[in-house]
T-cell receptor, first 119, second 112 residues
């Protein structure tokens, strides 16, 4: 059973370019979470998506960042007009269960991450 | 005040030692508690998952939750050099989205 897959693993962009990060959840998982890890900081929640729906984007910066999880294909985190402060490791995690269900476990399984460097 | 506090370390112990890693939290709504291990430049790997207060054991790892004190711990017995990594505690509240709130991580080095 393949784990969470992310690509590219490393991405270098110049200031002002666009960055697209892809995440394929584990087989059978329909809940995707994106987190960002800045140097010397912990992981911070960005957005939670189910297929074709953004459920919680409370951790997303208001501008330049967007996310989607289409019916077919991977989840995409898109950063427009990147700046140096966007340099970080971006992780996605997947989970099989909807929040609020009783009697299930809510583990989230992480991918290897995409390390974005903005020059 | 951060919702989750974790001593960043670094923590250095000799091989075979018992390691104690801890987190405190302020939000009494947290109900699900996890420990992740993250090797350098890798993704977090889920180690332990517990619900509410109590203990859970898995091999050399034991997770404890004390909700009355808002304090969680991870114990590693017979530590090995391969345990050298950053250990992250994470929590989920009773909200609608199950987003994880992480501590900043403790860097552990087990010396052979």
């Amino acid at each position: 059973n393949a784990g969470v897959m992310q690509n590219p693993r490393h991405l270098v962009r110049r200031r002002g370019q666009e960055a697209r990060l892809r995440c394929s959840p584990m087989k059978g998982h329909s809940h995707v979470y994106w987190y960002r890890q800045l140097p010397e900081e912990g992981l911070k929640f960005m957005v939670y998506l189910q297929k074709e729906n953004i459920i919680d984007e409370s951790g997303m910066p208001k501008e330049r960042f967007s996310a989607e999880f289409p019916k077919e294909g991977p989840s995409i985190l898109r950063i427009q007009q990147v700046v140096r402060g966007d340099s970080a490791a971006y992780f996605c995690a997947s989970s099989p269960f909807s929040p609020g269900l009783a009697g299930v476990s809510y583990e989230q399984y992480f991918g290897p991450g995409t390390r974005l460097t903005v020059t | 005040q951060k919702e989750v506090e974790q001593d960043p370390g670094p923590l250095s112990v000799p091989e075979g030692a018992i390691v104690s890693l801890n987190c405190t939290y302020s939000n009494s709504a947290f109900q699900y508690f996890m420990w992740y291990r993250q090797y350098s430049r890798k993704g977090p790997e889920l180690l332990m998952y517990t619900y509410s207060s109590g203990n859970k054991e898995d091999g050399r790892f034991t997770a404890q939750v004390d909700k009355s004190s808002k304090y969680i711990s991870l114990f590693i017995r017979d530590s090995q050099p391969s345990d050298s990594a950053t250990y992250l505690c994470a929590m989920i509240g009773s909200g609608a989205t199950n987003k994880l709130i992480f501590g900043t991580g403790t860097l552990l080095a087990v010396q052979p």
